[in-house]
């Protein structure tokens, strides 16, 4: 399968500790999405994992798994791994103490499958928001300059925006698109609609759809497909 | 000037707040020394770094400003900029958090001079140590999975163990040694003697001699030259 995955627009974020009833997964694989990305900050196990990989091979989807905490994460059998570290926290672990622990406990890291994520957390209400305790009070030039510097001292190949739950402000996605310029950026949180979807997609290289597909179905997920593809 | 840093086997790391005399400056820059690093955790003023590049330009040694905060650091006239993070530390500011600063208060850092290093400090009374709370106490599988992670997840191109004043364990050296592939891998604290130049340099890349300069004199230094070149 070619992981084309710097030009994918639209990518959908399942948690596999929620079930999906087949039909659903169908309809979300089928959907136009260019990949699922399988993220949970809890309860992510091999066995839901497992699941959930089965649910959705044999589409021609690209899978990939996307760790809160690498340290303790499940990757049998998935494309690639997204692999975050949160930037605007004052607690180091989660920049780099986790996956020094990961480096540590797993001397397997399959790398040629990992895509570092410099994740920048502006919703300090979400799950990742109060564990990683996100300093989330930012100008749009602030959060630019840690894009910046994530993309040119860091060297990540994605800048990820993550609004976690709510939906954030299209001022500083478009700052932070002025700012960088080889990394891929993405932008996950709130998006609900086409028209929301559209609003983003227009600064970030991919948009990502989480909860709309549970709280809203595969037709809410379908209109953000067409709105950026 | 070519500058070949990835080859470079002996860095004198020197002191913008101290004073040397030009006729002990003649005798570093002619001493086979590869590079010229100006370093120095306080005190580096535009007018102290400017006095010290008068002292040492014209004899074709690179020279390199390596801040210890880059937010309030001087670059003027410097061929290189090698800037550190500082991974085991728990405070995400040596990590992250200063680069952010410096980049939302310099719009025009040249990217093209600046080589990002991650930084491992092992001892814990050192300057450093203390300003970044460095936790020291680690095995050198400990060390050595920082220094992987530095080179695979962050892609840095140089990964230094800094034991800033004092000798550190050969060990740790060689373990950090057996896990980095493409990094450069420095070694820096405590050689002032051919044998420790020698003892690390098999580790190593390059090694860093900078007290030893002050306390011993150029006769040590040119001794550390010729025991890794």
């Given at each position: 399968?070619?992981?084309?995955?710097?030009?994918?627009?639209?990518?959908?974020?399942?948690?596999?500790?929620?079930?999906?009833?087949?039909?659903?997964?169908?309809?979300?694989?089928?959907?136009?999405?260019?990949?699922?990305?399988?993220?949970?900050?809890?309860?992510?196990?091999?066995?839901?994992?497992?699941?959930?990989?089965?649910?959705?091979?044999?589409?021609?989807?690209?899978?990939?798994?996307?760790p809160a905490d690498p340290s303790g994460a499940v990757f049998d059998g998935v494309?690639?791994?997204?692999?975050?570290?949160?930037?605007?926290?004052?607690?180091?672990?989660?920049?780099?103490?986790?996956?020094?622990?990961?480096?540590?406990?797993?001397?397997?890291?399959?790398?040629?499958?990992?895509?570092?994520?410099?994740?920048?957390?502006?919703?300090?209400?979400?799950?990742?928001?109060?564990?990683?305790?996100?300093?989330?009070?930012?100008?749009?030039?602030?959060?630019?300059?840690?894009?910046?510097?994530?993309?040119?001292?860091?060297?990540?190949?994605?800048?990820?925006?993550?609004?976690?739950?709510?939906?954030?402000?299209?001022a500083i996605v478009r700052a932070v698109s002025e700012t960088v310029e080889d990394?891929?950026?993405?932008?996950?949180?709130?998006?609900?609609?086409?028209?929301?979807?559209?609003?983003?997609?227009?600064?970030?290289?991919?948009?990502?759809?989480?909860?709309?597909?549970?709280?809203?179905?595969?037709?809410?997920?379908?209109?953000?497909?067409?709105?950026?593809?």
């Open positions: 399968m070619q992981m084309d995955w710097k030009n994918w627009r639209h990518v959908t974020k399942l948690d596999p500790d929620k079930h999906l009833d087949q039909a659903i997964v169908d309809e979300v694989a089928t959907s136009g999405t260019d990949a699922i990305l399988l993220s949970g900050t809890l309860n992510v196990t091999r066995e839901n994992l497992a699941e959930l990989r089965e649910q959705v091979q044999g589409y021609g989807v690209p899978l990939v798994v996307e494309d690639m791994l997204f692999v975050p570290s949160v930037l605007n926290t004052p607690d180091a672990r989660w920049v780099v103490g986790k996956h020094q622990q990961w480096f540590l406990n797993d001397p397997a890291i399959p790398w040629e499958k990992v895509v570092p994520e410099a994740y920048i957390v502006l919703n300090p209400a979400s799950s990742v928001g109060r564990v990683t305790r996100a300093v989330c009070d930012l100008s749009p030039a602030e959060v630019a300059a840690y894009a910046g510097c994530a993309e040119r001292y860091f060297h990540f190949p994605i800048v990820y925006i993550e609004y976690s739950g709510t939906y954030g402000d299209p990394a891929v950026l993405y932008y996950g949180g709130g998006i609900n609609s086409a028209e929301r979807a559209a609003e983003m997609g227009q600064y970030a290289d991919t948009i990502v759809i989480g909860n709309a597909v549970y709280e809203k179905g595969v037709d809410t997920l379908k209109a953000t497909v067409k709105a950026v593809q």
